[in-house]
Structure formats: structure tokens, C-alpha cells
């Protein structure tokens, strides 16, 4: 079974601050989800990467399928993106334990 | 309908209940996940349908926990005899495709609380 580690567990962020979220893996995969889950239990996904380098608007994930390493960033970081950030591999979803990220105004 | 629908939102069980959780998938979508989540963990997964077939189960914790998907729409899980290690949030995934290659929808999940 694929091992997903991602660091930090706690972030805490001013408003405007770039944050990057980091995921890795231990076997190797196709693809790779980045997903975020507000208070209450909602799941979003984000991305989904296999290669590269994907952005949508203040969010960019980036993986590197050598190291097993991807990671998460946000650009100008607003308190709106507080939430828990997950990463998460293989068909199955095997989840890391999320990241809590905090952005205070 | 419009996103993955499940029901209850909240259910409060004594120990020894049988509970049924029922996820109404994304129209069309072939692929349906369960997962797990206890509080302050990660989602763990439980088991995959695709269409009405049961391809992987291995998550499932023990054998009071079963699922089905008997026309490749709704699927239900069911947990009988439910102990307090029970409680935690369900959450059910579809993706349109098979394995999820394209990634996934997923509910607002059931908050399970054994009591």
C-alpha cells in the first residue's frame, strides 16, 4: 500500500503570504489528487496531475514523478483559503493526513 | 442531479443498531467510492464499485460492514452491530470513469455517531 506523508500538518499564514503544501509518496503512481475539505466535511477536488505543472487561478500543483514529491501552492493567500489541504495517489485514493492551513486577515 | 447526494447528514445509533448509508452518485458516473473518516484523520478508503460491480472491498474493517450498488446508481453501506469505533464521517466519491482517472466528486458524507 502506498504511504502518503505530507508536512506541515499545522500551517498558519498572514493574509497575502505564499503558502506551499508538500505531498509524498512511497511507490509509484499515475496520478496524483490534491483535494480540500472545509469544516462541516465538504471534499473538493482541486487537481489531478500526472506530470508537470497545473495552476488555476491563485492555486498551482506541481508533482515530480523521480522524487515522488508534489506540492501545493497559493499564491496571495486569503483567509477564504483556510481549510484542510489533502493529497492523495493511486486509483483507490489513498489519503495523506491533510494540512490545516489558517490565513488570518 | 447536480453533485453527489448523501443521506442521512447525520445519524445518532445506539450500539448494536444496524445503520444503512445510501449515496446517490452523479448521474451517469461509473465509479463509486466509500471512505472512512474519523475525526482529525485523513479519509481511509473502504470500497470501490464500478458500475454494479464490487471490485474492491478490502477496505471494508470487518464483516459487520458490507455495501452494494445492485443497479450501478445508488449504493447503499451497511454497518450492523455498530460499535463506538463505528463513529466517523462516511464520505462516498463517483468519478465518470473507470478507477477515478478523471477525477472525483465527492459527497458531503454522513457523520455516524455510535453511542
Known amino acids: 500500500k502506498n504511504e502518503v506523508e505530507q508536512s506541515p500538518q499545522n500551517l498558519t499564514a498572514q493574509e497575502g503570504e505564499f503558502i506551499t503544501i508538500n505531498c509524498s509518496y512511497s511507490?509509484?503512481?499515475?496520478?496524483l489528487h490534491w483535494l480540500q475539505q472545509h469544516p462541516g466535511g465538504g471534499i473538493v477536488s482541486l487537481f489531478m496531475l500526472s506530470s508537470g505543472k497545473k495552476k488555476h487561478g491563485r492555486l498551482i500543483a506541481t508533482i515530480n514523478i523521480q522524487e515522488k514529491h508534489s506540492s501545493l501552492h497559493i499564491t496571495a493567500s486569503h483567509p477564504r483559503d483556510s481549510a484542510v489541504y489533502i493529497c492523495?495517489?493511486?486509483?483507490?485514493?489513498?489519503f495523506g493526513k491533510g494540512t490545516k492551513l489558517t490565513v488570518n486577515p | 442531479g447536480a453533485g453527489v447526494s448523501q443521506s442521512p447528514r447525520y445519524k445518532v445509533a445506539k450500539r448494536g443498531q444496524d445503520v444503512a448509508l445510501r449515496c446517490d452518485p452523479i448521474s451517469g458516473h461509473v465509479s463509486l467510492f466509500w471512505y472512512q473518516q474519523a475525526l482529525g484523520q485523513g479519509p481511509e478508503f473502504l470500497t470501490y464499485?464500478?458500475?454494479?460491480?464490487?471490485?474492491?472491498k478490502s477496505g471494508l474493517p470487518s464483516d459487520r460492514f458490507f455495501a452494494e450498488r445492485p443497479e450501478g446508481s445508488v449504493s447503499t453501506l451497511k454497518i450492523q452491530r455498530t460499535q463506538q469505533e463505528d463513529s466517523a464521517v462516511y464520505l462516498c466519491a463517483s468519478s465518470l470513469v473507470g478507477q477515478g482517472t478523471n477525477g472525483y466528486t465527492f459527497g458531503s458524507g454522513t457523520r455516524l455517531t455510535v453511542v
Open positions: 511507490v509509484g503512481i499515475s496520478a
Open positions: 492523495a495517489v493511486s486509483y483507490e485514493l489513498v
Open positions: 464499485f464500478q458500475n454494479e460491480a464490487q471490485l474492491d
